[in-house]
């Protein structure tokens, strides 16, 4: 054996001497699993709801856009994109959002609830008491968010020539999976 041969062979054993099972992936779960292409797809509106549970608004966000990429722009996907756009703060886009959602499925009373919240949050207290009613109405009063929503807007439109020095500052409250309640921060 010449020098050359020598070097390249003993790295080789090194290298073997390393790994447990050679070249072949191992059971101590370091791999990666295989993907089995058999295997149940999972909902991405379920898992942009869980995410917004969990308060990962920019994950949930990721997952929304994953199911309007798969089943389209429904009523419902637009109401979830609203929410999370709602709970990221960006008032603009969840409003547009909700409108297109209320628009398409007009019988959904967490579209209009969150609709009247970011309503509320731009200071258009007047539409929001009124979106407030009709998302009361068509939960058939069973809801208490929108309850308190609606109480709330009421209130603020009968308090409307108060000035800035009485003034309260308000708070989002997330209340399940895709309703939110105003409060007046203490």
Not at 74 to 97: F, H, K, Y
Not at 106 to 113: G, I, K, L, R, T
Request: glycine share 10%; aromatic share 6%; proline share 4%.
């Amino acid at each position: 054996m010449t020098k050359g041969q020598f070097w390249p062979i003993l790295f080789a054993f090194g290298l073997a001497a390393c790994s447990q099972g050679g070249f072949s992936a191992s059971d101590d779960g370091v791999f990666a699993p295989s993907v089995d292409p058999r295997g149940a797809v999972v909902d991405q509106l379920t898992v942009g709801h869980r995410l917004m549970a969990a308060g990962e608004h920019e994950l949930a966000l990721g997952a929304f856009r994953l199911a309007a990429a798969e089943n389209g722009l429904t009523p419902e996907v637009l109401a979830s994109l609203g929410s999370v756009n709602l709970a990221l703060g960006r008032l603009n886009q969840a409003e547009d959002l909700l409108r297109r959602a209320t628009k398409d499925d007009p019988d959904s009373p967490d579209a209009w609830n969150n609709l009247g919240v970011v309503l509320i949050e731009r200071g258009n207290t007047a539409e929001a008491a009124q979106v407030f009613r009709r998302a009361f109405a068509l939960d058939n009063g069973e809801s208490v968010a929108i309850r308190d929503n609606l109480r709330l807007a009421l209130a603020k439109m009968e308090n409307s020539q108060y000035g800035s020095e009485i003034e309260q500052e308000y708070k989002l409250v997330r209340r399940g999976s895709s309703d939110f309640l105003i409060r007046p921060t203490q």
